[in-house]
């Protein structure tokens, strides 16, 4: 059973910085891409940062400059700094990995900010 746990939402003012961490425990190995989503009331759930194993990162336009997405392989732990924060990032933060073909899901972890 592999599990997936969000951690570092809160509450945060415009300007304010967070920081992201998503351990990933149980039977899991090889994991290739790791990602951040957000889901905001109302809307669809976005892409918001993207990493391969070989390091390359990818970031929605809206949060480039401002988030930083990271890995520590040794831990199997993914990791969004997101710094300038603004109201409009004010949502539900998922992460997401992909191991030998499947796909795992956290529970997410809530962001929000306010002005």
């Known amino acids: 059973q592999v599990q997936l746990v969000e951690s570092g939402g809160g509450l945060v003012q415009a300007g304010g910085s967070l920081r992201l961490s998503c351990a990933a425990s149980?039977?899991?190995?090889?994991?290739?891409?790791m990602r951040w989503y957000r889901q905001a009331p109302g809307k669809q759930r976005e892409l918001v940062a993207h990493?391969?194993?070989?390091?390359?990162?990818t970031y929605a336009d809206s949060v480039k400059g401002r988030f930083t997405i990271s890995r520590d392989d040794a831990r199997n732990m993914v990791y969004l700094q997101m710094n300038g924060l603004k109201p409009e990032d004010t949502a539900a933060y998922y992460c997401?990995?992909?191991?030998?073909?499947?796909?795992?899901w956290g529970q997410g972890t809530q962001v929000t900010v306010t002005t």
């Open positions: 990493i391969t194993n070989s390091g390359r990162t």
């Open positions: 997401n990995l992909d191991a030998r073909g499947l796909s795992y």
């Open positions: 149980g039977r899991i190995f090889s994991i290739n891409d």
